[in-house]
């Protein structure tokens, strides 16, 4: 699972696969298919109640909550002044958004065009 935070808009974003099967000709494959969610925050690092309430149950809603401790304790959240960042694989400051590294469990700086390029870190 991917899993970022928006600046632009504001949301927690999360991208994953979920194994999905498929029937073709009498034969059953299984596929990856590629789902999205986000959930709305607040500058002070807060998720957006309705949206709590509505995916609650979803197992996502807790990591995306552990995201946001994570970027708590490194002082990331509240955010007062936006700073200048830069992507940790190309130096570009232009649309560099924090994403959460899956094996390092730490925040990591990304542009749009390598928000997909954590394993190559």
């Known amino acids: 699972m991917n899993m970022y ?11 994953w696969d979920e194994p999905r099967e498929v029937v073709l000709n009498k034969d059953t494959f299984t596929i990856g298919k590629k789902r999205t969610a986000s959930l709305r925050i607040s500058r002070t690092g807060t998720l957006n109640k309705q949206d709590v309430l509505r995916a609650d149950d979803d197992p996502k809603v807790n990591a995306v909550r552990s995201f946001i401790n994570t970027m708590k304790k490194q002082k990331l959240l ?13 130096g570009s400051t232009e649309r560099v958004f924090p994403h959460l590294h899956p094996s390092k469990k730490g925040v990591v700086w990304l542009c749009g065009r390598h928000r997909y390029s954590l394993e190559h870190l």
């Open 5 to 15: 935070l928006d600046l632009d808009r504001m949301r927690v974003v999360c991208n």
């Open 78 to 90: 509240p955010m007062k002044q936006p700073e200048e960042r830069v992507c940790a694989i190309c």
